[in-house]
């Protein structure tokens, strides 16, 4: 039977725009920007963990293991006759409505609702889930909703019963009891390819002797979401008139009449070139041509208001209400472009020239010479560029660890001399399940920067945050590590203090931000708005004739060529279609059982568009940790990894090398 029911996830999704609903689970028809493989979202930060750590708190539950929805509800309505039972993954329909409960414990006749997420709880109301005007705040609103909904059909599906809602995240001040808890947790595959999470039968009462969770009950949030109004097709409307809505167009498999807003500009359902080429249709556009009835709708999709990067306000809200989404209406009043007295390019400026670049069909890129050359010739030889790859586990490796607590595990590093002469110096990678590598990482990296006073480069504020980071950890350690002070005194000399930080400081070698750069100096149509240098390497490649002939020669890793410690006679140039690849595309896959759209999705996850994206190695970390493979499954990605990280610091050399010609040219 086909069920065509209202489940937590459709309602949170219909919370964003109603009209998703109707293009969700259509992967057929129409592009979906979303990993499919939510066990491989989860992965990196451990969520499906946090869900088994949670069922350990309530022992001697039963697990509702089917997947077809009238077995599961079978099995749970024959469980809730039980007076008292915990029930893991429990089925209840009302209606048109079904949810799967994480726990669902029932004593007598009061139900307790138990939704366990990987969000970290903070204490301090500032970060809680009111604001000061008692509504919801946005970075709590889907939590809170999900929940919600679970226990208003529970509410429906029980009336004569007391229905208490919980949620249940991870407790950022707890202390981890002992070593190894994190690989207890182990994500196996069954023969049919399916994952789960595998608890250890030598998971111990001193492993949960300190509860890394936290249940907080959030019956008065629920109270204020239900009184929130919502919009149907008659104007405004309840919450339960909004799930009747819901239900009403979704039976009917009938589209929401779309409405344009903000949020379409993270809408999933939109094509890429690959989506176009076999067929799929993209939902967002089609939404566009029934919201803007325009003969001139038809458009590039990276030609709109909502590519114009960091633009937002009063200024993009007027252009939505008067539907004005493409870049050829947007008026310069729009943005309202000023200098902020500093060298190179404001936000307003960039925005302004990002739009006027799209209106004149001009495709070169812009450099502010004259600024960008008056930074580069404080820069002293050799040049240092450093990348970090770093985790972030709900469940600590080690005893002493606080949920959440940042691992560094991995670091690259190029350096360029006075003469040009590159060399990819140094690598650190630490595979060791349940090693805790920080001030190893530490270690080496000192041992790599301390024997000159070259400039060193980031890309965004990552490596700064970590290294600030690891400091913290060398005060705090109660252990003796016998060099922390030589340590502390490195991170000072190469880092700045966090603004929140009672310290204050700025080393003499502070390391100079390259994305800060790209924002003032420079620009290119092919980054679309995007500041991150997973778009800005390609446009340079494309724009870059001496790039291009450089790279073009298998000299990477070659006798005589550019030194690599990974890779041998590589060419990073290859031309498809007139354009640049991707010189990420050219590498082998850093995962061998996940569809090559879900790594490239994997890649693009952080929490900030603008950072270098880690996605991709933060997984596979996770996975060397406390997944199941063979010893050659773990060599191979070891040797991704290395690959991967070393491609990061030479995409800063290439950006570096892109400029510097820009600069000399006459």
């Known amino acids: 039977m086909n069920h065509r029911y209202i489940t937590k996830s459709r309602f949170t999704l219909a919370l964003e725009c109603p009209t998703k609903i109707y293009y969700n689970g259509k992967s057929d028809e129409y592009a979906n920007q979303t990993i499919e493989d939510k066990f491989l979202l989860a992965l990196a930060d451990g969520g499906f963990q946090v869900g088994e750590l949670a069922k350990c708190y309530f022992p001697g539950g039963h697990d509702i293991k089917s997947l077809d929805y009238d077995k599961a509800l079978s099995k749970t309505n024959e469980l809730l006759k039980k007076d008292k039972v915990v029930i893991y993954e429990a089925a209840v329909r009302s209606g048109n409505f079904f949810i799967r409960v994480d726990i669902l414990v029932k004593s007598g006749n009061d139900f307790e609702l138990i939704e366990v997420k990987s969000k970290s709880f903070d204490e301090d109301p500032k970060k809680g889930p009111l604001k000061k005007d008692g509504t919801i705040r946005a970075s709590w609103h889907k939590y809170l909703s999900d929940v919600a909904f679970q226990k208003h059909v529970i509410k429906c599906a029980f009336p004569d019963n007391a229905v208490s809602a919980k949620l249940m995240l991870v407790d950022k001040t707890a202390l981890c009891p002992t070593d190894g808890l994190n690989q207890k947790f182990r994500i196996v595959k069954d023969e049919n390819g399916r994952k789960s999470v595998s608890v250890s039968p030598d998971l111990s009462k001193e492993d949960l002797s300190v509860k890394l969770l936290k249940k907080i009950n959030v019956d008065a949030y629920c109270d204020i979401l239900y009184k929130e109004q919502h919009g149907n097709a008659s104007g405004e409307c309840s919450y339960t008139e909004f799930l009747d809505y819901l239900v009403e167009n979704y039976t009917d498999d009938r589209k929401i009449p779309p409405r344009l807003s903000t949020a379409c500009g993270k809408c999933e359902f939109r094509t890429t070139d690959e989506d176009e080429k076999v067929g799929l249709k993209s939902g967002l556009h089609e939404c566009w041509k029934e919201a ?55 936000r307003t400026e960039r925005q302004w020239r990002q739009v006027e670049k799209a209106q004149c069909n001009d495709s070169t890129d812009w450099i502010d010479k004259e600024n960008l050359k008056n930074e580069m010739d404080k820069w002293v030889f050799p040049l240092h560029f450093i990348d970090f790859e770093t985790y972030m586990g709900a469940i600590p490796f080690n005893k002493g660890r606080h949920p959440y607590e940042g691992i560094a595990f991995q670091f690259s590093h190029h350096t360029v001399q006075a003469n040009g002469r590159i060399e990819h110096r140094g690598q650190y990678l630490n595979i060791t399940q349940g090693l805790f590598p920080n001030y190893d990482f530490i270690r080496k990296l000192k041992e790599e920067l301390e024997h000159d006073e070259g400039s060193i480069f980031r890309y965004a504020a990552h490596e700064n945050t970590y290294l600030n980071f690891i400091y913290r950890q060398l005060q705090a350690d109660k252990n003796d590590v016998s060099d922390s002070k030589d340590l502390c005194d490195f991170i000072h000399t190469i880092t700045k203090a966090p603004k929140n930080s009672a310290e204050k400081w700025e080393g003499t070698r502070s390391m100079i931000d390259m994305l800060k750069l790209v924002k003032r100096y420079y620009y290119h149509p092919d980054t679309h708005g995007s500041n991150s240098i997973k778009y800005v390497l390609p446009a340079m490649l494309n724009g870059s004739e001496f790039l291009k002939k450089k790279y073009s020669k298998p000299i990477y890793g070659a006798d005589g060529g550019i030194k690599s410690l990974n890779y041998k006679d590589w060419r990073w140039i290859e031309v498809e279609d007139g354009r640049v690849s991707d010189p990420y595309k050219l590498l082998p896959k850093l995962f061998q059982d996940i569809s090559d759209k879900d790594f490239e999705l994997l890649s693009l996850l952080s929490q900030d568009d603008e950072l270098r994206e880690g996605g991709a190695a933060m997984t596979a970390y996770a996975k060397m940790q406390f997944g199941e493979m063979s010893d050659y499954e773990r060599r191979e990605l070891q040797k991704g990894l290395l690959k991967y990280c070393e491609l990061d610091t030479l995409a800063m050399v290439m950006l570096y090398e892109g400029w510097k010609d820009l600069i000399d040219r006459v």
Do not use: H
């Not at 325009?294 to 008067?322: A, H, N, V």
């Open 292 to 346: 803007l009835p325009r003969e001139d709708m038809r458009f590039s999709p990276s030609q709109t208001i909502f590519d114009i990067w960091d633009y937002k306000g009063k200024g993009k809200e007027k252009c939505l209400r008067e539907e004005r989404i493409k870049l050829s209406d947007i008026r310069s009043t729009d943005i309202n472009p000023v200098s902020d007295g500093k060298p190179g390019a404001s």
